[in-house]
């Protein structure tokens, strides 16, 4: 008879993302990650640092389910990722909003549009959406720039499209793969504190960066990948100057 394993209790306090022995391995290469631990609550802003290479959009990716781990166990908001049904995924990722370094935006579509879509794969009535769209352009600070297109906006306010996108649905978790790695220092800090003010307002943030200044300053819980082995977690962390 099988037995059936118990479910270990959670490491930290209120936590919504679990990574226990996760390990990711491409068909070519090296192991993109390597054993990797790692929990986070409900709430937390957390940095993720690391050289290029050293696996964190692989984190990213498993996080959104976009891949599957190799070994391991993963959980996040409570579904165990590697015995997710593929038609549920769909409702797991609209708790999720994500970012990108390259805004992603669709460029024949104007500021509105480009927000209201997530809204509509979602089936919100138009109603929500003219209520939603606005309230959300307002927040990132481009309530005057709704009817313009993408490539009538500089870096920073595609970048702030782009986030409004991903706030528009409320997610529980927002992941940001290098957000600020396309925009100058003054456009990078304002994103950041835009991810910042989202966090405080009870969403869950990570944030893979290579901006050291910007990590340093905030003080935030940073976790450094080198090779695809977390190196170090550290409350109110800084970035590792390599040696
Ligand atoms: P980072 O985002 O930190 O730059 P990645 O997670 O993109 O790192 O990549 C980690 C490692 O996995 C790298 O060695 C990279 O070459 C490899 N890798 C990433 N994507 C693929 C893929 N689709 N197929 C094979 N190897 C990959
Ligand atoms: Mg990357």
Do not use: C
Request: glycine share 6%; proline share 3%; hydrophobic share 40%.
């Amino acid at each position: 008879m099988a037995v059936k394993k118990r479910r270990k209790a959670p490491a930290v306090e209120n936590e919504i993302i679990n990574l226990t022995n996760v390990s990711k391995a491409y068909s070519t290469g090296a192991p993109a990650l390597k054993d990797v631990n790692l929990h986070i609550s409900r709430g937390e802003f957390v940095f993720i640092v690391g050289d290029s290479g050293s696996g964190k959009s692989t984190l990213i990716k498993l996080l959104l389910r976009e891949l599957t781990i190799s070994s391991g166990y993963i959980n996040v908001m409570g579904y165990d990722l590697s015995k997710i049904k593929h038609r549920k995924i769909p409702k797991f990722r609209r708790n999720l909003g994500i970012v990108f370094q390259d805004f992603r935006l669709l460029k024949d579509r104007n500021v509105y549009e480009n927000v209201a879509f997530a809204q509509r794969i979602i089936q919100k009535s138009n109603k929500e959406i003219k209520k939603n769209v606005p309230s959300i352009l307002a927040i990132v600070g481009l309530a005057g720039k709704y009817k313009a297109k993408p490539r009538q906006l500089s870096g920073g306010e595609q970048q702030r499209v782009a986030l409004a996108r991903a706030l528009v649905n409320q997610p529980t978790i927002l992941l940001a793969d290098e957000p600020t790695g396309n925009l100058d220092p003054k456009n990078s800090w304002e994103i950041m504190k835009l991810l910042e003010q989202i966090n405080e307002n009870g969403t869950t943030v990570i944030v893979v960066t290579h901006n050291r200044e910007i990590v340093n300053a905030m003080q935030k819980r940073v976790v450094t990948l080198r090779r695809g082995v977390i190196i170090r977690d550290e409350e109110k962390g800084g970035y590792i100057d390599e040696d």
